[in-house]
Nanobody
Framework: QVQLVESGGGLVQAGGSLRLSCAGSGRFSSYLMAWFRQAPGKEREFVSL????????AYADSVKGRFTISRDNSKNTLDLQLNSLEPEDTAVYYCAAAPHDNYFARSVSQYEYWGQGTQVTVSS
């Protein structure tokens, strides 16, 4: 089991940057880690993931080239660097963990543990 707590959200102007962090407990290194986001009135969607062993990363097309995911298993942390932010990036961002290492796990149902979320608001 793992517990997740996000931080780092806030209000930023379009074109700006933010860094989100997720602090985990338990056997953090045993989990595939990911970021999802949910905008008002929309379903929760995949943003990025990083595998537990090789550290391979994957991104949604909408954030590719702008966001960077990283994990530090020694510190039980997962980060997401958000650059060139757009108003369309406004959402609650969630950290998620899965007890497998499936690089193609892009759906909510494939993740077992979730943080409480952190709000990112991008003004135009």
């Amino acid at each position: 089991q793992v517990q997740l707590v996000e931080s780092g959200g806030g209000l930023v102007q379009a074109g700006g940057s933010l860094r989100l962090s997720c602090a985990g407990s338990g056997r953090f290194s045993s989990y595939l880690m990911a970021w999802f986001r949910q905008a008002p009135g929309k379903e929760r969607e995949f943003v990025s993931l990083v595998t537990r062993t090789s550290g391979n990363a994957a991104y949604a097309d909408s954030v590719k080239g702008r966001f960077t995911i990283s994990r530090d298993n020694s510190k039980n942390t997962l980060d997401l660097q958000l650059n060139s932010l757009e108003p369309e990036d406004t959402a609650v961002y969630y950290c998620a963990a899965a007890p497998h290492d499936n690089y193609f796990a892009r759906s909510v149902s494939q993740y077992e543990y979730w943080g409480q979320g952190t709000q990112v608001t991008v003004s135009s």
